[in-house]
Each structure stands twice: as structure tokens, then as C-alpha cells.
């Protein structure tokens, strides 16, 4: 019989342009449990680079979307019903505007509120019921466009480093999550 598999997928756009922008959040924190576990990103399925590894037992497959955030269900919902993976077994890791830089969030569920990415994905699956992992890049100020903050780089050195520490944060409770379960990671993560 075959293991039962967990996905995760980050979200982002592809392409250097939008390398380590604010919306990128998703893709740079797959790519740091990626370069943690020794997975190369490469196998192209469901418009998605993918890797798959075994994680203590437990097979895992790591997707980024090669379609544009906006679409992102248009890779993520064949990709779960290319590996017969139940919804719970998604987690799906984005950028939010509406937490503070460095704040990471795991839910068990839930709408897609303002994020295009994962709005998609809910109209692609048809439901809410997956795990998703937000992690915060902050609003912008006044003065900037919503658009230009989100595909803008990290400023300042401090949320730089606010962002990497929520990025490895995300890793270790995504880790805690295939391990143990997302109420362990809610609990241990969330703040």
C-alpha cells in the first residue's frame, strides 16, 4: 500500500522579477524547506515545479506554482488530485498584508480573505478545507500602492531579518504539522 502523501505548495509569481518580493513569501519559504531536506524543485507537473522527499516517514511532495499568483489554483487543484491527496494534507504558504512583518499564522482552514492566490485556489478546489501558513509582510504605508508593496523587496535590514526568522519559523512548523498535526503547529507557531 502505498504512504499516504502530504503537499505543500508556495505561493508566488515566477521569474527573476519577482525574486524575493513580499508577495514571493510562499515560494522562498518552500525553497528554504527544499534546500533544508535536499529537494531539487524540478520535475515540471500541473504547471508547477515540483520535489518530492520522504520527511521522517512521511512522503512529502514541495510545489511552487509556474503559473502567476492570481491563477494559482489552475496548478494546485490537479496537483492534489495527481497524488489523491486529501485537502487536509495541502498546506499552502502565502504572503498577508494584514499581519505585521515577521508574524507567521497557521490555520487549519478557512476563507481566502484579500489574497488573490489563495482565493483561486478555494474557487479551483471548490472548498476551504486545507491548512494554509501566512506569513506577514505588513501593509503599506499610505503613500504606496498596494500592487508595488507587494512586488517590492524587503526595505530595511530589520524586516530583512524579520521575514527570514518568520520564513524559518513557517519551515519548522510546517515540519510540526506533517509530524504532529496543525493544532501542534497553531499552537507552538501562531503569534
Request: aromatic letters at 8%; glycine letters at 10%; hydrophobic letters at 35%.
Amino acid at each position: 500500500m502505498e504512504k499516504e502523501i502530504f503537499v505543500v505548495v508556495g505561493l508566488g509569481n515566477p521569474g527573476l522579477k519577482y525574486a524575493h518580493t513580499r508577495h514571493n513569501m510562499g515560494f522562498d519559504t518552500l525553497q528554504l524547506l527544499a534546500d533544508r531536506w535536499h529537494v531539487g524543485l524540478t520535475r515540471e507537473r500541473c504547471s508547477g515545479l515540483v520535489g518530492e522527499t520522504d520527511f521522517e516517514g512521511r512522503r512529502v511532495a514541495l510545489c511552487q506554482p509556474q503559473t502567476f499568483m492570481n491563477l494559482s489554483g489552475e496548478c494546485v487543484s490537479p496537483l492534489i488530485h495527481w497524488y489523491k491527496c486529501p485537502q487536509d494534507h495541502l498546506m499552502v504558504i502565502c504572503d498577508d498584508i494584514d499581519l505585521k512583518p515577521g508574524q507567521v499564522r497557521f490555520r487549519r482552514s478557512g476563507r481566502a480573505g484579500t489574497h488573490n492566490g489563495l482565493r483561486n485556489i478555494v474557487e479551483q478546489l471548490g472548498g476551504t478545507e486545507f491548512p494554509r501558513c501566512r506569513i506577514g509582510v505588513g501593509a503599506p504605508a499610505e503613500n504606496w500602492d498596494l500592487v508595488d508593496w507587494v512586488l517590492g523587496k524587503p526595505l530595511t535590514r530589520e524586516e530583512q531579518a524579520l521575514i527570514l526568522d518568520a520564513q524559518t519559523r513557517a519551515a519548522d512548523g510546517i515540519e510540526k504539522w506533517i509530524l504532529e498535526g496543525i493544532d501542534k503547529a497553531m499552537s507552538k507557531y501562531n503569534g
